[in-house]
């Protein structure tokens, strides 16, 4: 029988781990933004273009909530969006405080 604090090392060691995969998914989803914009002719097919579906449906909801507080950094012609940056450096704390 588990006593309460097995439990709740084990709730945190899981908690951990599904923000480090989420961070693995958040950088795959970088590389092939950045991907997108250097290869503009570059069409994903198949499999990938299904992953990246999938990439798209985790990561965007809280990036979305983010974009309506966090407006993005004009640098002349471009704007970056920060939402993603602060996203990943607060998900990467919260898995270091853990």
């Known amino acids: 029988m588990l006593s309460a604090i097995s439990f709740l090392f084990i709730m945190l060691f899981i908690l951990r781990m599904l923000i480090g995969a989420y961070l693995?998914?958040?950088?795959i989803r970088m590389i092939v933004d950045w991907l997108m914009v250097l290869v503009p002719r570059m069409r994903l097919q198949g499999i990938?273009?299904?992953?990246?579906?999938?990439?798209?449906?985790?990561?965007e909801p809280p990036l979305r909530w983010?974009?309506?507080?966090?407006?993005?950094?004009?640098?002349?012609?471009?704007?970056?969006?920060?939402?993603?940056?602060?996203?990943?450096?607060?998900?990467?704390?919260?898995?270091?405080?853990?």
Do not use: E, H
């Open 24 to 27: 693995c998914i958040m950088v």
């Open 48 to 59: 990938f273009a299904v992953l990246m579906n999938i990439i798209y449906f985790i990561t």
């Open 66 to 98: 983010l974009r309506r507080f966090v407006p993005p950094v004009r640098c002349g012609n471009i704007s970056i969006d920060v939402s993603y940056m602060l996203l990943y450096v607060v998900l990467y704390a919260l898995q270091i405080i853990l």
